[in-house]
């Protein structure tokens, strides 16, 4: 069974000063890797000529191994996307890019302190960032008879589950996105309220 997890639900900058060095944190939904780079692409332009740029980026589920990005643009290896990386990975929000730009102060901070410097600019930013519940839902078809249309009409209301396209013919078909989670639990109810004439049948994630 698919789960519901939280998005950003808008863009927001966070900034912190340690030690004369400026790292301004900025978060935004992101649902690929074409967005993640598109994001890192406006930080620059929005702070240009800043010592480093380094970013983080989930752009699935939570709990997606396959689509994430890291970079230190310059600072020592894993003091920068790795620890933002990690705080991303514990919030339980997908679907995001940050990117933290940092101007340098002139005071070097060290390996450990450039490590918790980055991840405390993310976590301070994670505890601002609006969020919002994603719900996965899944493309689904149904065919029924006109007699039906009571029944399933009250049936896809109670389940949340959107007509994205209908034809009336003889029958009625829709094509529909269904929420994920009670997918199946939909399916009983349309056959069960119908005696058994009716089947949904579900095809994939429709996002």
Known sequence: MSANYLIPAQ??????VIKNSRFIAHAQLASSAAEVAAHLAWC???????????TAALWGAPNNSQ??????DGEPSGTAGKPMFQVLQTSGVGEISVVVVRYFGGVKLGTGGLQRAYSQAIAELMKVLPTAEKILRKS???????????????LLQRYQ???IEQEFTD???LRLAVV???ATELATQLKNSTQGQLELIILKEAG
């Open 11 to 16: 863009p927001m900058t966070h900034e912190l």
């Open 180 to 182: 994920a989670a009670s």
């Open 67 to 72: 689509a994430y990005a890291m970079s230190d």
């Open 140 to 154: 689904a078809r149904l065919n029924y008879d006109y007699q039906h249309q009571s029944v399933v009409q009250h």
């Open 161 to 163: 589950a959107d007509i």
């Open 44 to 54: 620059k332009q929005q702070w240009p000529q800043a010592s480093h740029y380094c």
């Open 171 to 173: 029958t009625v078909r």
